[in-house]
Structures are given as C-alpha cells and as structure tokens.
C-alpha cells in the first residue's frame, strides 16, 4: 500500500469510477488526475503512483530465500497490481498464489481500469486469485508456501478491518508460520516501522528479523518486515 493525498497539485477532485458494497464494507476505485485509487469504508488503501515499496516486498523475499528453485509465493492482497505484476516479471517464481477478499477488486483487474496494469500477470500459467480473506486462508489452507508477502493492510499498527488485527499476534503469526515450509519467508509491510511488531515476530519464534525501508518524500518512510521460520 502506499499513501497519497486527495490535495495533490493539479490533480483536481477524484472522480468515481465504480462503488461496491462488498462482504467487509464499502469499496470505491476513482481515479485522481492520472492515478487510480482504491478506498475502503472511507479508508484510502493504496493509488498507482510509485509501486517501490510493494516490488520491494516481493524481492526482499527472494532474495531472502536465496537459491531455492522455483518457490512459490503467497502474495496477500492483491490491490492494485504492483507486487503480482513484478513477482509475474520474475521468472525465478514457480508459482504464484493471490489471496483477496474483494470480489470487486479482483473484478476491476479481470475486466476493468486496473487491468492494464495486472492482464499479463493474471495471464502467466504460474498465477492463481483465491477470493478469499487471508486470515482465514492462512488459518485453514493445508497448502505450504516458500514465501508470504503480505500487504493487507497499512502496518501491523494500522489494519483496515478489526478482524486483521489477528494475522499480527502470535496466534496469527504461529497461523503463518504454519504454512510456511522450513526456511520460508514472511513479509509484511507497512506504511511506518513497528518496533512492537518486530519483537512480536522474534517471540514468535521467527528469525532472522529485519526492516527494510523505503524512503519517502516527507514523514515516515514505508517499510517491509521480514523475518524467516526455522528449519
């Protein structure tokens, strides 16, 4: 997710492209000037204008994996494209799996404004789009993954819903731990780093735990956490 706002210069006033009532809520795309924009129940969750810091939460991932062949990746929320469309740029994947809750969203890159960014990346063969949320998926799947990168909410401080405050705790930590395989990675970002959530994942039983961030032009830089599951 990235930030934005609605005063940008010589943008003017968004315009509304469509407005869903989905299973969690209000979800609207509109597009401001030259960008599109995704806001839930009034909340603005991410625009099209830089991507840095969702292309940065896949690669660190890789690279944090090292040589393994062929991982397959759990990228949660698939919101305007930018980390399915740079994981489908990467050969080094073998598979790709997009967890998203919004049937709309998933609609809006199938067949609608945001498809120019995403159509080659729904296209590989490598990629799937469960519509689902990923709490619950990551709770219940018996499917294992080499890596997950998720990006659902704005940080572990900051989620869009109640119920994902879960995923950060231990018990949702110990939910993602489950389904990576020994010497998986999981990464999450955030819009502004989080002490808290850094020693969460350490007593979790996480290694390895790190923040890399992404510097912004004014406040807080956004921010990937990465940590690896033993074995």
């Not at 490598?126 to 294992?144: G, K, P, Q, S």
């Amino acid at each position: 997710m990235t930030t934005a706002y609605d005063s940008a210069p010589g943008y003017g006033s968004p315009v509304v492209l469509d407005r869903r009532e989905g299973p969690y809520g209000e979800v609207v795309l509109r597009r401001h000037g030259e960008l599109l924009q995704i806001i839930a129940n009034g909340c603005f969750l991410m625009d099209t204008s830089d991507g840095r810091s969702e292309r940065l939460l896949i690669d660190a991932a890789r690279d944090a994996l090292g040589s393994r062949p062929a991982p397959h990746v759990l990228i949660g929320g698939l919101g305007v494209g930018f980390s399915l469309a740079h994981a489908a740029a990467d050969p080094s994947w073998g598979r790709i799996t997009v967890v998203e809750r919004e049937p709309a969203i998933v609609e809006w890159h199938r067949s609608g404004p945001l498809s120019a960014l995403s159509a080659s990346a729904l296209a590989d063969p490598r990629t799937a789009i469960v519509e689902t949320d990923l709490v619950a998926f990551v709770n219940e799947t018996c499917a294992t993954f080499d890596a997950l990168c998720l990006d659902i909410d704005n940080g572990p401080d900051w989620t869009v819903t109640e119920g994902n405050d879960s995923l950060y705790s231990p018990a949702g930590l110990a939910s993602c731990a489950r389904v990576l395989r020994p010497g998986g990675v999981l990464a999450v970002w955030s819009a502004q780093p989080s002490p808290e959530f850094e020693r969460t994942l350490w007593n979790a039983g996480f290694q390895q735990v790190r923040t890399e961030e992404i510097p912004v032009a004014r406040g807080v830089p956004d921010v990937v956490h990465l940590a690896v599951r033993p074995g």
